[in-house]
């Protein structure tokens, strides 16, 4: 399970990114404050940000790319995330044309269950990103720090990403990699989507690239075929099974064999897992992508319905 993840560490080499940190308190009275003033400044129009527009706070982890701290913007005093990513990194890795297509899809999303992207601006070497911070942190290390979550958590967190999806798949945005570490938890412990990089706006809705996390790749990607806004259907019910079993289901000791369950949608549950959760996740995990329970019934389910109040969560 492991070997998959890619997780941020508070680790980091600031000699490297000429970066001199200096203490930021954060509470809630600064997190909930001066948001609006940060909002409307990134709906001005472009802003020539720099970095000597922020103050500089402890490193929040070490990314594939680059680094991301805590950050004030200095007019604001709003309390934000700075992404910084090296430009010879992206390069090397030819990724950046999926950086382009993130920032230009994340933002224009606004969602209380999708991160905040304010804005980004740029150097000789580095990239910037200017995101919402998340206080409660990665929702991966919550799930390991607890190895599962309880039927009431799992729906609450289900129902929020469902509710950010439709949005999403109403603006012809398909994510195509939900997983644990895409996900963050903001300072009430709700749910928000964070990153964008296989993300992809597709108004024709048929896609064939192959992309997102082995584990959360529906039958239609593993077999080559086209797919559309339904590979987030899929990712949602490995997601639920993984909350609440505490690994996905279609893990196995090799690629080959996990590609073969996937594709025979070979659906095991341990005894623990409620009725109601096995009945949504089998409707979510379906070979034929039109077979998937649509979103809307996803909000709807029983199984949701009963642990969560669906009527704050619709958009």
Known sequence: MEARRILLSSGENLQATNLKPQRIPVDKENLSQNEKEMESASKKGPIKWSLSDFDIG??????????????????????VALKLMFKSQLQKAGVEHQLRREIEIQTHLRHPHILKLFGYFY????????????????????????????????????????DALIYCHGKKVIHRDIKPENLLLGLMGDLK?????????????????????????????????????????????????????????????????????????????????SEGARDLISKLLRHDPNARLPL?????????????DTSSTTS
């Open 58 to 79: 402890r490193p929040l982890g070490k990314g594939k790319f680059g680094n991301v701290y805590l950050a004030r913007e200095k007019k604001s005093k709003y309390i």
């Open 193 to 273: 989507i964070a990153d964008f990089g296989w993300s992809v706006h597709a108004p024709s809705s048929r896609r064939q690239t192959m992309c997102g996390t082995l584990d959360y790749l529906p039958p239609e990607m593993v077999e080559g075929r086209p797919h559309n806004e339904c590979v987030d259907l899929w990712s949602l019910g490995v997601l639920c099974y993984e909350f609440l079993v505490g690994s996905p289901p279609f893990e196995a000791e090799g690629h080959t064999e996990t590609y073969r369950r996937i594709s025979k949608v070979d659906l095991r549950f341990p005894d623990f897992v």
């Open 296 to 308: 809307v019934q996803v909000l709807k389910h029983p199984w949701i319905v009963k642990y969560t």
């Open 123 to 162: 150097d000789d070497s580095r990239i910037y990103l200017i995101l919402e911070y998340a206080p409660k942190g990665e929702l991966y290390k919550e799930l390991q720090k607890h190895k599962r979550f309880d039927d009431a958590r799992s729906a609450k967190y289900i129902a929020q990403l469902a």
